[in-house]
């Protein structure tokens, strides 16, 4: 049994029965970050600050929301938007939070694939940040719904219905998710449930599951630059400061990560008190009805581009329907940034820009995201073919184009 002295004080006494001092060390004063860093590399605490605001706005907002298909659309549109106080202020910031997140969460996984941080012992870093990037996605889709406005309404039916191609299981698979043979009560209460409790549970335990994934190979840096961070930092704690190539993660990083949040956040409440609009289809302000159909449904900007690369194949190849293509490709868009480290194998760790060929791929994805995105925003009618060609684009970039990058670095 360990020795319990007689405390000299609170952090004494905790100490001595929670190592307080060790964790701290081994979390934070003695878990070294690169110097050369730049503020693309705050993204992740600026993330774990938007969760935050998500758990508690939703906190709140859960004290009056109904899950029930004859009281959800009043219970948000005229209880917490008009008669509780300040219930606007929280669902704005709930809403612009859980679209705001996305932008930020599309910096950061860019940035890592700019700087190869997903190479060399790091490649559990960025499959637990894409295992996080689809919890969030389930979790947003599972979000827009609960308001059972129109597009909340179509947007469930569609998406449900995609489950309906897959094989044998497929019409019954639909069924389970919905709770009934049509989008209704039972589908809301779902959601509900996986909104509120299963997936945030699932995102925290993946959130830890990341951030324990850095402690061993840490931080990539701005020059991919292989940093022995052992002997870096016996020199920072018992050398020369200024020539140690790392910084403790507090007070060196975190205290400047607290800037760039607090620039964040007036950026923030500017969109919550001003712009809000973004972040809330006035579709979705009409109660849900079965038997009107939108003119157009589409679901929020951060799911464009897959949308499009859904709806992007409008004629049958090779004897498959392009309904069936369409899903095949939508599927692997949605793992196709998780496998990155099984398609690009070349040994070449550095940034984008020293990496000639990997630069232009970079960029071309960059723009058929964008153009990906614009396009699922608008009806198919007379641009076929734009769809078509950017989708085809997207799947030819990972089938084709970094396997090929990466075997040219190789013989180089």
């Known amino acids: 049994m360990a020795q319990v ?189 996986l909104h509120v409790c299963l997936l945030p549970i699932v995102i925290i335990v993946v959130l830890v599951l990341h951030f324990y994934s850095l402690r061993i190979p840490h931080v990539n840096n701005l020059t991919s630059e292989e940093i022995d961070f052992d002997v870096e930092a016996d020199e920072y704690l018992h050398g020369d400061k200024k020539k140690a190539k790392v910084i403790p993660f507090w007070p060196g990083f975190l205290a400047k990560d607290f800037m760039y949040v607090a620039f964040f956040m007036i950026f923030f409440m500017y969109l919550v008190c001003f712009h809000y609009g973004f972040a809330m289809d006035p579709i979705n302000f009409e109660p849900a009805n079965a038997l009107k159909t939108p003119a157009h449904i589409y679901p929020e900007w951060y799911f464009l581009w897959q949308y499009e690369i859904l709806r992007g194949f409008f004629f049958d190849i090779f004897g498959i329907s392009a309904s069936t293509i369409g899903l095949l490709s939508f599927a692997f868009a949605g793992a196709a940034f998780m496998i990155v480290p099984l398609l690009d194998t070349s040994d070449v760790v550095a940034p984008a820009h020293k990496r000639p060929l990997f630069f232009i791929w970079f960029w071309l994805l960059v723009i058929d995201l964008i153009a990906l995105s614009i396009l699922g925003k608008v009806p198919m009618e007379g641009r076929e073919w734009l769809g078509f060609w950017s989708s085809t684009l997207f799947l030819f970039l990972f089938i084709v184009a970094l396997p090929a990058i990466s075997f040219i670095e190789k013989r180089r």
């Open 5 to 193: 002295k007689k405390s000299s004080g609170v952090i004494d006494w905790l100490d001595q029965r929670f190592a307080v001092t060790k964790l701290m060390k081994v979390l934070v004063s003695e878990y070294w970050i690169p110097k050369n860093i730049s503020f693309l590399w705050a993204m992740g605490v600026i993330l774990t600050t938007l969760f935050a605001i998500l758990f508690v706005t939703g906190l709140l907002l859960l004290m009056y929301y109904k899950p029930d298909v004859n009281m959800a659309f009043d219970s948000v549109n005229y209880t917490i938007m008009q008669e509780v106080e300040y219930g606007w202020l929280w669902r704005h910031m709930h809403a612009v939070a859980a679209s705001v997140i996305f932008l930020i969460m599309y910096i950061h996984l860019l940035t890592g694939l700019y700087y190869g941080s997903y190479k060399k012992g790091r490649e559990l870093i960025w499959i637990t940040g894409m295992i996080l990037f689809i919890c969030f996605s389930a979790e947003a889709f599972s979000g827009y719904m609960l308001p059972w406005g129109q597009m909340s309404y179509w947007a469930a039916t569609v998406i449900t219905q995609l489950f309906g191609a897959i094989p044998v299981i497929g019409e019954a698979l639909v069924e389970w998710i919905r709770g009934d043979y049509a989008v209704g009560d039972a589908t809301l209460t779902r959601f509900f449930m």
